[in-house]
């Protein structure tokens, strides 16, 4: 398996380790539910206003164990599992929000946000909106997303676009440990509310680092590995195919710029369009249905903006326009290096 | 085979509606489940109360007929319900209402400009909710019953002596949140009231096709909640039972649903076309049973009220519907660039781009 | 006051669970609301589904430990709902069930490689809804009881003579849907049975944190609709109660929400660790209301069973687990062209375009 | 108020007549309400299985009137009024529709469509490929859509990023009353799911014609006007902007082509491509807000497809990335003919 690169890397036997700060302990292999988990853990322990609930979040400590030995450390009043219904659960959220608190729910599967369509759209995006300012909700949605792990029907989804086009929300999707510490505590801090997308294919991953950590604010992208010919961007689950790619494509003697999006709303497109400024080439991958997905925002906007620099249209690479399929055809479905040098190949090099 | 969940106070409400006063203005009988009847210096409250509300709608239908109103939802007819829950609410409690319960914001203090400013169509929310305590008027349906959980939840968690009020009608019963809510609230054992205004039809749709229950607070008892049927009409009865359903909630015992039957006297909103789908004489019949004249009557003979008293009300009544006409008449300021002063705590390039854009296209057109 | 709503047969259910054989395999003295205990025959074809639901549970249960499966729910302990509510079904009658429902499917007649199909990762829905009158098994919960609701209202419509019958948890009973869906077949007066299998767990969530009712049943009456609490591990009150249910619906006199006690004996599915939330003392103290033992000491009573034929129902179990194990054996033909084979009725160009990426894919890395 | 023209119309008196068919009628004057009200008529004469249900469609007619005088003529067996929840109605259209009904329901709307979110995403745009084709869901679900008519908040969403991202789902939605009638019943006719999106401030817009009609097919898009120099591509209610901005083009001498796109998805990549590669330049035009907006999508798409015949990137003229505004903003919100020409001035025409 390989392994991403956080911000300033330096790798050591394959893991990434992440300049510690002054008074970190020394560090250790940590993996992104390990990170996401200590995230829970710091914030709990800094702000009593903070909260955690949904389903399983409590004794279980979540199917993907993010909150795990929460509710014995801070007790049934801080964490706690809730009643089995999600538009509950953020509706509940709003009504603890508006009354002070920092809620941190869990979608347990991002198909199952949906129940919870109307309470995120109709008032989580638009209720500070809506007041003038005078109501904030400082709620973080954690949802596990994207496929890759072989799961059933319902649980590879990748919602994405849903939340990218509401006005009123910020979408924040880490790739790494250090990164996935760093932008949870950030989204909990923040008095706009976050969906805050956890790419299931990557929870084990691990990083050498030392907690806590942090890394360039949210609404950053990152250059994760830098080229001069095609500028790859990237988020949560493909930032490793990007990478990949990258590796894949140097043997075919092309330098290829990997960009870690981190953040999907707000779009830094600062740093993205300095570097499709300097490659002239960009192609964008993810893993939901390529029709409307996160990456025609990107192509459109990178194309707006960046035009008379591109040499070639903005590629997407992404899984198909069809329902996410049974874990037997997920390897047909989902975005590959392969099908990412495809891509670049169809471009006339001439031009 | 046991299961350990609560046993206690399992029962269904009583059939006949809770009422003081009946619709003749004399005490009924009806058995009032230990409540007692609020004292003549309240209903007086309440009563005045009521017809300024009354006269509020009644004035605000009028500017929208007019068109000075971009829609308008009266609750007229259900001023007992609308009086009679908010007045109970203390203070520090919050109110979640919904777009038709202008009524509860008047009497929760909320400035005339401030309630109207989303039916004129200046702003969406026109006031401050903390400073009224009181939620912005929620337009899709039964989503304030969760935030009225929520809300009580934390006040619980933080040890707060306070409790939330929410309406909703009987239509946004039949919603997936309302049943959410009853649930997290009983299972949370918040300071929740939920108070379910049964005003017959939900836009067109009469309350036989909503629901197949001998009476929406049948559904209490599946929540291990406390559910209570009221005469929505009574001031005496809504007050009391809102009342003591508050008491419960800050005493830890939590939430309770109350049912208030009522009518919705006039259409729907101003674009409405009731006499589609009911009866003159329904709305007629209705007549009999009014809030107003009933605690009136009442008031009369117990001497709390007088035609002075009557005559004073009145013309506060007349005061109140002035300074609506008042604040139609003052344009409210609107400025274009707030279309995206508020959309986010933390400031967006992108957002100051487009926000460049308008400003350039006001600019051109000459705008200030 | 008066509100035109049904006020019949408004209660609530009895506190002691419906049930026939005892956990001793004894008849029992609990009222059963005018149902009768089946017969012998019936019993015995009961019993033999459930000894073969119970090898299947097992086996598949074993197979996705080593991993040859993406994931399993299994309902073991669950037999006597889930073979006594399936079997009540008439075959024009449809099914609806869930994720844990693997055991009626197999009731239903739905063949093990179809079945399982989908928990190895072959596609979603293995056998044809249509062939077995059974929807596909339903994973967002709660989504199939309106589904369920929908058909058998377009039954009534049609005047066919079917019923639907749609299983749900106790977890599932929070969600939203499961409101909406009883509000609608008892509005509608459609022919469905809810059967809502409280196992006590929603995952790692007790009953306690999920409803504060004394018992789910306990929802029906909110709704003017009839609920039942059966004693889930008997599967001659579970096959008499929806049997009942059934014939209701036929009836024209609308729906019916059965809620069977009974207790999930696995993990949730194979990933999933109970320790954390439960005591194996928990799990022990629920094996002696075990809905196979009993009837088999019931039938042994009456004669109708003896070792013999306990012996050839064992074998018949034996022969379904060697099933099981073969159909594993024979690996699914998967066509990664099927992708876009049946998103659309209509083809669209665009995803022939992409199917031609696909394709050439396959092609470059030597794929048939 | 400006009329748009239908496919092959001809202009009459500044109302827009559609050839009629033989057996048709005289031609009269017909609001969209009017014609979509028309469409459902004859879909419920034609066929048995149709059913119409929803919030108030039934006494009252709906709240637009769509539905006026059905449940009179076709009795309350086949249009009627159900109980007031979202997710309910569609997903008792889904057990019916498994049931061989096709049922028609309205979101009374859009905003409102939100609470019946997973039912539509998790089912309806997924059943048919779950069980191989084996089972259809032949439901239309009509949804009153976008703004500028004043309404107050939630009453002027466009919602259709959501649909179009979701594949499973056909999303149409008409400019004109003719389009409106024969899209109408060709949708509910049509084996798939089809998201019908009515443009609610073009439900009082009139056409002469006579119905039947029977129009362009949904899966293409239509050149409403013809022009060399630019490509305006519009839907629903924003067609009318694309023609007065033609209009107003023209003025300043430029040759403004426009295409209704009338179905959303599928996209109709050949009718579109054409225009583009002809006139090199092109904008799309809608009221949802622009970050992740349907307009993504066609501006990804049409630079993937045409790169080396667009002298310009395009555009997109939309509203802002902020919730819908109350009605007082409406004006500053909504993409005008201004908003419009001011975009085809940024471009370099000199490239
Ligand atoms: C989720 C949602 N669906 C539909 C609507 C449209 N709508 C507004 S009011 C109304 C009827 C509500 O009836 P009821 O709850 O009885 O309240 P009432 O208007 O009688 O006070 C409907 C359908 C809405 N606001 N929200
Ligand atoms: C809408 C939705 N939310 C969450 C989930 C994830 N999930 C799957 S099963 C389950 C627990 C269900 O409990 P219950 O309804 O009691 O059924 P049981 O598993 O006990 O049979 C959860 C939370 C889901 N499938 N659908
Ligand atoms: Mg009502
Ligand atoms: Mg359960």
């Keep these: 398996m390989s392994v991403e690169t956080g911000t300033d890397p330096t790798v050591v036997n394959g893991e990434t380790t992440t300049a510690a700060s002054a008074t970190a302990p020394t560090p250790s292999s940590v993996t992104m539910t390990k990170a996401l988990n200590q995230a829970l853990r710091d914030s709990l322990a800094d702000d009593d206003t903070v909260l955690i609930f949904g389903e399983d979040v409590g004794r279980l400590g979540g199917v993907f164990r993010v909150t795990e030995g929460l509710r014995a450390e801070f007790g049934s009043n801080r964490v706690w599992d809730s009643p089995l219904a999600e538009s509950g659960i953020i509706g509940t959220a709003i009504g603890m929000a508006m009354n002070g608190m920092r809620p941190v729910v869990e979608m347990q599967f991002d198909a199952y946000a949906y129940p919870a369509f109307e309470q995120i759209v109709s008032h989580v995006a638009k209720m500070?909106?809506?007041?003038?300012?005078?109501?904030?909700?400082?709620?973080?949605?954690?949802?596990?997303?994207?496929?890759?792990?072989?799961?059933?029907?319902?649980?590879?989804?990748?919602?994405?676009?849903?939340?990218?086009?509401?006005?009123?929300?910020?979408?924040v999707t880490p790739s790494n440990p250090a990164d996935a510490y760093s932008l949870l505590r950030e989204s909990i801090a923040s008095d706009d509310p976050v969906v805050f997308m956890e790419p299931k294919s990557r929870y084990w991953m691990k990083e050498t680092l030392s907690l806590p950590v942090s890394m360039a604010p949210m609404n950053r992208a990152q250059v994760v590995r830098e080229g001069t010919d095609v500028t790859l961007l990237a988020y949560g689950p493909t930032v490793r195919t990007a990478l990949d790619s990258a590796e894949a494509g140097a043997d075919h003697g092309l330098s290829i710029e990997v960009i870690d999006l981190r953040t999907l709303s707000p779009f830094d497109d600062e740093t993205v369009s300095a570097s499709v400024r300097k490659t002239s080439r960009a192609a964008i991958i993810h893993e939901a249905a390529q029709f409307g997905g996160y990456g025609a925002e990107v192509a459109a906007r990178l194309t707006e903006r960046n035009f008379t620099y591109l040499s070639a249209p903005i590629l997407r690479v992404t899984g198909f326009d069809v329902p996410y399929p049974s874990p037997k055809l997920e390897e047909f479905y989902l975005p590959t290096v392969e099908r990412v040098l495809d891509a670049l190949e169809s471009w006339d090099w001439e031009l | 085979m046991t299961i350990d969940v609560p046993t206690t106070g399992r029962s269904l409400p009583q059939l006949q509606p809770i009422?003081?006063?009946?619709?003749?203005?004399?005490?009924?009988?009806?058995?009032?489940?230990?409540?007692?009847?609020?004292?003549?210096?309240?209903?007086?409250?309440?009563?005045?109360?009521?017809?300024?509300?009354?006269?509020?709608e009644a004035q605000v239908t009028h500017l929208t007929r007019q068109g000075r109103l971009a829609t308008y939802p009266s609750a007229a007819g259900q001023e007992a319900a609308e009086v009679g829950a908010t007045t109970a609410l203390a203070p520090n409690d919050w109110l979640f209402p919904t777009y038709r319960d202008s009524a509860a914001l008047l009497t929760r203090g909320v400035p005339v400009a401030e309630i109207l400013a989303a039916f004129r169509g200046d702003w969406h929310c026109g006031f401050d909710p903390h400073e009224y305590h009181t939620s912005p008027a929620a337009t899709p349906l039964a989503t304030q019953t969760l935030h009225a959980t929520g809300f009580a939840m934390a006040a619980k968690l933080k040890g707060e002596d306070a409790a939330t009020l929410?309406?909703?009608g009987d239509g946004a019963s039949s919603e997936g949140d309302t049943h959410e809510a009853f649930n997290f609230a009983s299972v949370w054992q918040t300071p929740t009231v939920f108070v379910l205004q049964n005003n017959q039809y939900a836009i067109s749709t009469p309350l036989r096709e909503q629901t197949n229950a001998t009476m929406l607070a049948d559904r209490a008892a599946g929540y291990g909640m406390p559910g209570l049927r009221v005469d929505g009409n009574d001031v005496a009865a809504v007050f009391a039972a809102v009342s003591a359903a508050l008491a419960r909630g800050r005493n830890g015992d939590g939430p309770t649903l109350i049912e208030c039957l009522t009518y919705r006297m006039e259409s729907h909103t101003n674009s409405d076309d009731p006499t589609k789908y009911r009866d003159t004489e329904e709305v007629e019949h209705w007549k009999q049973f009014d809030p107003i004249d009933r605690l009136e009557k009442y008031l009369r003979q117990t001497g709390a009220l007088d035609d002075?008293?009557?005559?004073?009300?009145?013309?506060a009544a007349e005061t109140l519907a002035a300074s609506v006409r008042d604040a139609m008449n003052t344009e409210a300021e609107i400025d274009p660039r707030e279309l995206f002063a508020h959309v986010y705590a933390t400031p967006r390039t992108a957002l100051a781009e487009q926000q460049q854009v308008l400003e350039a296209e006001l600019a051109a057109a000459g705008h200030a």
């Design chain 2, 19 to 56: 009422s003081f006063i009946g619709a003749d203005g004399r005490l009924t009988d009806t058995p009032t489940e230990g409540l007692r009847i609020p004292s003549d210096a309240t209903l007086t409250g309440l009563y005045r109360q009521m017809v300024l509300v009354r006269r509020f």
């Design chain 1, 128 to 171: 500070r909106n809506r007041t003038k300012g005078r109501v904030s909700l400082p709620i973080t949605i954690r949802i596990p997303y994207a496929g890759d792990i072989g799961g059933v029907e319902h649980h590879s989804d990748s919602s994405e676009a849903y939340w990218t086009s509401t006005p009123g929300l910020t979408v």
């Design chain 2, 308 to 315: 002075a008293g009557v005559e004073e009300i009145a013309e």
């Design chain 2, 166 to 168: 929410t309406f909703l």
